[in-house]
Every structure is written in C-alpha cells, then in structure tokens.
C-alpha cells in the first residue's frame, strides 16, 4: 500500500521504467523461454504498480474501501486509508495528536503494529473514527471450566453455562441483528 505522496511519486517514476523496460523487450520479439519468464515477471510488476496507484489515487479522492470482513487485525491499513483519504498529510496527524511528524511515520511504516492500543485508539479520535464490533469469530471453542474463578456480582452458574452454551453454538459472544 501507498501510505504517502512520496511513496505514490517513487511508485510512478519506478512504473514508467518497468513500463520503458517492457516495450523493450516487445520490440525484440524474443520468443524464447527465459525472454517470456522476463517479460511476464515485468508485466506483473507493471500491473501491480499501477493497482497501487489506482488505490491510492481512490483513497485521495476520499474513498476508502473497507471490506465486511476486516478485522480489528486491519486496524493499521484503516487508519492509514482513512488519513489519506481525509486528505491529511502525516504532518497534520502529527500536529492532532500532539506529537512529532516521524513518530507517525514510523507508527505507518509498521501499519501501527509498533503502536499501543491507547496510541491506536488515540489515532481513531483524531481522524473521528469509530469501530462497530461486528461478529468476533472464535475457533476451536471448548468446554471452558470456570469453578477456578471467582464469579462476576450477580453470577450464578446457570448463568454461565447459558453463556459457554451461546459461544459454543454460535462461535461468538455478538449477536448480529
């Protein structure tokens, strides 16, 4: 993912060369094995340069695609998607957050996995995003046995059978209306 203009401007000039590069070799009409392993490896860079460019320029014009089934694991691509997209520079995070413009840039580099959450829900209050907690999918449930713990005020263990007995059926702990 493009994440800056000077991303986005090194990624254009490094296109117009794989560009140049595969007229080239169109020209010489090499038709044999390690020619075409050449030209198609080049091609896939050209086609993936200019997907990058395509959604970068998207997210500039202030779209930002985020698919039903991200999860809060997105978390990094969200927020830098939403700054583009917002149209800040990450100058302009940094003055909002109140810190310097490099620790953003290493906090993007890292696509916030260098972030705490504190940090990351910071970053969402600056750029006013807000997270609806969907269906959180939980794999291989087993019986848990919680006579070890202390109880919740209120909590009887009818209760809490009903609870394990809703996780176990619908692998979640949401209900999705």
Do not use: W
């Not at 050209?46 to 991200?70: A, Q």
């Not at 580099?109 to 995003?129: P, Q």
């Amino acid at each position: 993912m493009i994440k800056n203009t000077k991303q986005y401007t090194i990624t254009k000039n490094k296109l117009e060369e794989f560009k140049i590069t595969l007229n080239s070799l169109i020209e010489k009409k090499d038709t044999d094995l390690l020619s075409e392993l050449n030209y198609n490896a080049i091609k896939s860079q050209v086609l993936e340069f200019e997907e990058l460019l395509r959604d970068y320029e998207c997210l500039k014009t202030g779209f930002i695609n985020v698919k039903r089934d991200d999860s809060f694991f997105d978390i990094g691509d969200i927020l830098i998607k939403s700054r583009i997209a917002l149209k800040l520079t990450q100058k302009q995070l940094a003055e909002r957050l109140n810190m310097p413009e490099q620790q953003v840039q290493r906090y993007e580099h890292t696509d916030y996995e260098s972030a705490s959450l504190s940090t990351v829900f910071e970053v969402m209050d600056a750029l006013e995003l807000k997270i609806t907690i969907g269906k959180l999918k939980l794999d291989n449930i087993h019986h848990c046995d919680f006579t070890n713990y202390l109880k919740p005020e209120g909590m009887t263990d009818d209760s809490i059978n009903k609870i394990e007995e809703r996780v176990r059926q619908d692998k979640s702990l949401f209900k999705i209306a």
